[in-house]
């Protein structure tokens, strides 16, 4: 659990085992704020454990509400210094799961970078859940 209070503002970014919050097992990622905020959330995957010959895809779930009008979400891949980047995605509510997606992702000759870019309006909430990567 990571909480941070700024001059009576509140941000709460943790795991959270609740399962009516996840779209499958267990745990989920969640985020809410009571004021303006932006984050990523990424992780890297060994050139080890790619096939430099096919290509991939990736995606991942959102769910969350009252982000704001101008709000950014998106799902991202950097793969040999080129970033792929899905389409924005807008949240409409608790259960009410998005799936962001990637296709014919490239990787020859070194690291992936998968993850999601959240900017969000001040009282913004979501769950993030089931990042995938695989061969397509």
Do not use: P
Request: charged residues 30%; glycine residues 8%; aromatic residues 14%.
């Amino acid at each position: 659990l990571h909480k941070a209070i700024r001059r009576q503002r509140q941000m709460c970014i943790r795991d959270r085992n609740k399962k009516d919050d996840c779209h499958s097992g267990n745990y989920t990622f969640h985020f809410w704020s009571t004021y303006k905020h932006h984050f990523k959330l990424e992780q890297t995957i060994s050139k080890k454990k790619l096939n430099k010959n096919k290509t991939y895809k990736a995606s991942v779930y959102i769910q969350g509400d009252e982000v704001g009008a101008d709000a950014e979400i998106y799902l991202y891949v950097i793969a040999d210094g080129k970033k792929y980047v899905s389409g924005m995605v807008e949240l409409d509510g608790w259960q009410d799961w998005k799936k962001l997606t990637i296709d014919n992702i490239r990787c020859k000759k070194g690291n992936v970078k998968i993850g999601i870019y959240v900017d969000h309006a001040a009282d913004g909430w979501g769950m993030i859940d089931d990042f995938y990567f695989g061969q397509e």
